[in-house]
């Protein structure tokens, strides 16, 4: 990766040029060389990686998706597929005999660079969890990556941080990690609920008059909504970073109201996309501003979910990544099952005034648009606008919704937890009407107590709370 201060004001067509060669120095020296499984891909389609000669051609692929990935029962090194080969010994070019004072010696690619240093996973919310291997070549652009991400974010070495991603092997809490530690923050790594525990974690931030707060979008609404009752304060906290979790705009304004309600110095919410594939996460400088990519790490695309069209700038559509500054696991336009409902734009930000790509809107799952079964045949259902709906009410805390069938047709079963002194009753009336409002198929609302929707969501036990259940097939 290059230096931000370059990549993030250079102008659209310079980046464009830079992604082109980047791309085909990847697929010519990398992928269609020592990549196993698109070596052979590209040999069984008759697919020549010199007739690709920039980013426009990409269309000539095909897609990555994640049963591609996935390890076949039987087969626990299918992955390995998908990572790049250390290079041969006669792969590497000789040194330029000479003083290196006149030119850079041409050595080849560095087998360090290749070599295996850790393994991360995807978060496996909709798939089995997929092993994405990094080396120390990665690991450098992840700490870039993060360290951009603060830049982004205006983040610094003066903001004490309470990291609460929960604790795993995966990009966002080790991207997060190595931010603080790269530009020497004080910082707590909490290991989120899971491990130190919602309790604790605001103990801590009190205690180190923290302005900053970094977790899943759904675990900021219950800590503000719960600091009252563990006795603790909000008086230095200025702003909550989210991300990991569906984070739509309305979580945005929720939350911002929220730290005003329970005395924030400031209420600045802050949103982060990571892509676990993309072994990375981006950040926006502002909400509704997009989120700042890094165009020499990561090329994106935004296709038609359908026909696999690549769409236009500011065109709704699936995300699709590919790899162009990595190493250990490697992918090619691949298929995140990510809607970005506002594309894709080039243009320079008009907030921050920075030129990289910036995916727009709110990132929605693919697996979330579900077709239910009414009377009269399918009904659509966007699983994503409920949790959109349900995050913006000032009444509901936490919350799950059931997919069920009886007698060939589907209904829905929202159980709900309400925020402290509000009407259950009135609460419960007010959902059914919204909700029935929205959705054209049968649907109930009941509450429940906190500890019984919390431990069904798992909030303080799952990277992020479980809230569709769908139990059609069970």
Known sequence: MQAWSKISKMPAPAIKKLQDELLTKMLNEEMAVRHPYYRELFKENNINTADIKGVEDLNKLPFTEKKDIIAPDGDLLHPKKFVLEVPKEEDLKPKKKGFSLFGKKETGPDPADYSFFSLYFTAGRTAKPVPIEYTHYDLENLKEAGARAFDVLELTRDDTLINAFTYAPNAYFWQMFYSTTGIGSTALQTGGGKVLGMEKILKAMDSMEAPVLVTAPGYARLALH??????????????IVIGI??????????????????????????????VSEAKSGWAECAPGFGYH?????????????ESGEVLGEGERGEVVITHLDTRGTVLLRYRTGDIATGGITTEQCPNCKRTVPRIMGDIERCLLHLELQGKDGAVPFNANRLREMMFAREDVLLWYVEINRSNSEDNLRIVVKGTSGTDEDALLKALKHDLDAEFKVPLSVESSTLDAVANQI??????????IFDKRNS
């Open 458 to 467: 798992g909030m303080e036990k799952y990277i992020t709370e479980q809230i």
């Open 245 to 274: 979790d569906y984070s739509p705009l309305t979580a945005v304004d929720r939350l911002s109201k929220l730290m005003e309600a329970v005395g924030a110095k400031e209420n600045r919410v802050h949103r982060m996309y990571f």
């Open 226 to 239: 719960t600091l009252k009752h563990f006795g603790f304060s909000a008086a230095n906290l200025e702003r």
């Open 293 to 305: 990519t890094n165009p020499d790490h990561i090329l994106v695309e935004i296709v038609d979910p």
